[in-house]
Structures are given as structure tokens and as C-alpha cells.
């Protein structure tokens, strides 16, 4: 039987059989393991496949009953479009969009409101998180490429779906998990090797109208402002311009501010170059 | 709609989209699983299958790596394959060969037209030297592995896998230019 010594030449020689599902199970592993690492084999095998379904390619009509029978399957499964209707049900729309101006000063007066404010939001976050972790529940988060689907799912209902998911599929893309000190409550991010991030659905409760939640990026005790989020965060899309090593959100008034005036709700750390970060169970 | 959009409101779990890929590929997928396995039943079970795992998976197209109808063709091939070498089947199976085996002269050549491949492809399967168009029938369309075509044929293992190989690289040149199915 054939192992694991295989050498390339032995390798490119059963990629035309492998192509075909013509191989041993042992040597199909083998084929895989070497496919992950050439880039020439893997383009070799993807021809053969082409060709070979062109030879499959039998032009015959659909059976009618059967799509019944797979639909009737589909409701078997339980994975729920993770993060919608999250923060009460209710559809809000696209918040963030006429928020994504920044403007400075003029909201120093409303200090004194701040703080009440934010204590009432904290105790609503309290009150939402269990909604969220029964919601979390249901996803299992581990592996980046095992979650694109239930996270495009989530990228839904942007305009920005395209790209956020291409950025989820980019294995150079760095996934960013947010979490609370007090809550359960998890937030995650995907920054794409080009510096273009897209926060995915954050589930926090709604802040009210004159309120808004507010993105940003960490460096030291630096904080720079990445956008306003709105008062209801769905899918939001941002740049990162300078060098940041995490995330952070907070609750500020609505227009925003130019630097933290409330405790974060959430922040994480940006994993080093496509790594995953430790993402709690 | 395109191909690739389809897919992606498959993973936004919209029903409608894959109701759509079943209509533009469905029959295709049927096809190529009920010629390997010769039953309608199983050929409807591995359709079942593929595009379950289409909805459950979507990402694991990608459409810069092919069209979707080549993409649910591998699948139903790489599990009508699985099928064909499961336990359950493996008795099924053996009666099958030793049928084969008693006729002494397996009809190569009848397989291959029995294929109802459009006037191009089979005419480039044509074109390719005998030894490497029986050898790529019996593994794609047999599902045997190219030692078990080795046996068929009575040709060494290597040879028999150097001549699927070289047909399909011979292949490549007229079947490249037709593409396939991509908006049906």
C-alpha cells in the first residue's frame, strides 16, 4: 500500500485519478495533505475536474418530486441566521448610514447626562445579554472557515454582504472577538490584510434615538475613532488607517465623540496576521 | 441572477435560491449520480445529499475555482462513488463484476456509447487513443478505482493511472472551449 513518502512526482501522477475519485482512501489523504501546499497541483486537479464534468455533464431534466423531499429536509435544520433580531426583533433598518459623520465639540454641556445614560444602557445590556448568550448558544465558533456560512448569514442585510464575506473567506483576514468584563455578550470583527474591517451584527441593545454606539481602535492608551454605529449596530463596514492592536465600542451621545467618555462595553484584541483570536466557548 | 449570487442568498438561507439551483442543475446532478449507480432511488438520495450540504455549506463554492455545475457534478460524483464502495453496496457491487468478468470481453466501447454526451464530447472522447478512453469510462462512469480498472483491463496500476492522466490533459484542448452549464 502507498504512504505518506510519497514523492511529488508520484503525487502529480495521481492527480488525474484523484480528480476522477479514482484513488484508495489513503492515498486520497495523501493527495489532500500535498494539495493544501502546491498551488500548481491544486490548479492541475481543478482542470481535470472541469473536464471531467464536462463528461458528466449528462443534460437530463430535474426530477419533479425530489426537490419536495429536499426541501422537506432543509427544515431539519436548526442553525438560525445568527445576530438578527437579536436586540428585540424588530427590524431597524440601516442605522449606521446617516450617522457616519464625525463632528467635533458642541457636546460637552450633555456631560452631566452621559454617565446616567450609560448605566441605564449597561443595565439594559445586562437585561439583553441573555437573550444573546441563549442566541450564541446555537453557533458553535471555532474554526474561521466553518463559520462563514452562519456569518454570512449575519452580513445579510448590508449592501456591504459581498465584500464582508469575502473578507470572512480570506484566510489573511483576522477575525476580532469583543467581549464584555461584566456580560457574556460577544462582538465580532473581520479586518481584512488591506485594513478594510467589518463589524458583524453586534448584538447590544438598542440605545434610543439620542444615542449612539461608537467604534474604536486601540493603540496603547490611545484611542482613535473608527465610526458611529448607530443606536441599533448591524453590519458596519470601517477602515483601519493607523496601526491598532484592538477594538473597543462604547455608548456616547448621539453625534459621537472624539474620545471614550464612557467605559467600553466591549473591546478585543487584533490577532497577529490571520490568526484566530481564543474565542470563548 | 447569476450563479454565484444564487449561492450567496443560499447561505442567507433563502429557500427560493436554492429552489433555483435545483432547477438549473438539478437534472444535471440527477444524471451523472443515476449513471453511476444505475437506481433511481440512490440517484435521488446523493441529490438529496448535495444540495442539503450546498445549504448547509455554501461557502464551499467557490466561484473563482469553477462554474456551479461543475462543482454539484464533483459532488454527486464524489458521493455516487462513495455510495458505490459503501459496505451496502460492496455485495451489489460484486455481483456486478463477476457478471462482467463472465463475459470475457467487457464491452468497452458500448459503454462509451452509451453515453449520452452531446455530439462534441463524444466526440472527443473519440479522439483519445482507445487505451485512455476505457480506462477514464471505467473510473468516472464505472466508479472503480484505477486499481480495480487495472484488473479490469489487465494492465499494471501505473500505467492504467499515467493514462487518465494524459487523456484528460488530452481532453482539456477540445472540451476547454465549451465550458459548461454556467447559467443553463
Known sequence: ????????????????????????????????????????????????????????????????????????????DPVAPFGAGVSGGADHGEVADHVLSFPAGGRDVRAARRRPRAAVILTAMAAACFLVVGVAGVVTIRQQQDRVDDLAAQVASTRDDTSAAQALADPSSSLVSLTSSVDDIEVRAVIGADGTGYLLGAPLP??????????????????????????????????????????????????????????????????????DATLPS | MGDAALVFAVARYEEEALAEVYRRHGGAVHGLARRLLVDDAAADEVVQEVFLRLWKQPDRFDPDRGSLRSFLLAQSH????????????????E???SRRTAHAAYDIEREVWDLEVSDKISGALGELPEEQRSAIVLAYFGGYTYREVATILGEPEGTVKSRIRAGLNRLRGPLGALGIGAEA
Open chain 1, 1 to 76: 500500500m502507498s504512504d505518506l513518502q510519497m514523492s511529488h512526482e508520484d503525487l502529480r501522477e495521481l492527480l488525474g485519478v484523484y480528480a476522477l475519485d479514482a484513488v484508495e482512501p489513503d492515498e486520497a489523504l495523501a493527495v489532500e495533505a500535498h494539495l493544501a501546499e502546491c498551488p500548481q497541483c491544486r490548479a492541475e486537479v481543478e482542470e481535470h475536474r472541469s473536464v471531467a464534468s464536462l463528461l458528466g455533464n449528462v443534460g437530463a431534466a430535474a426530477p419533479i418530486g425530489l426537490w419536495d423531499q429536499i426541501a422537506a429536509s432543509l427544515d431539519d
Open chain 1, 206 to 275: 438598542e440605545t434610543g434615538a439620542d444615542a449612539t454606539y461608537q467604534l474604536w481602535g486601540l493603540n496603547g492608551t490611545r484611542a482613535v475613532s473608527l465610526g458611529l454605529l448607530g443606536s441599533d449596530p448591524r453590519v458596519f463596514q470601517f477602515h483601519i488607517e493607523d496601526p491598532v492592536t484592538g477594538l473597543a465600542i462604547t455608548a456616547e451621545q448621539a453625534g459621537g465623540a472624539d474620545q471614550p467618555t464612557t467605559d467600553p462595553l466591549v473591546t478585543g484584541v487584533i490577532p497577529a496576521n490571520g490568526e
Open chain 2, 78 to 93: 464524489g458521493r455516487a462513488v462513495d455510495l458505490i464502495r459503501s459496505e451496502a453496496s460492496r455485495r451489489r457491487r
Open chain 2, 95 to 97: 455481483e456486478r463484476d
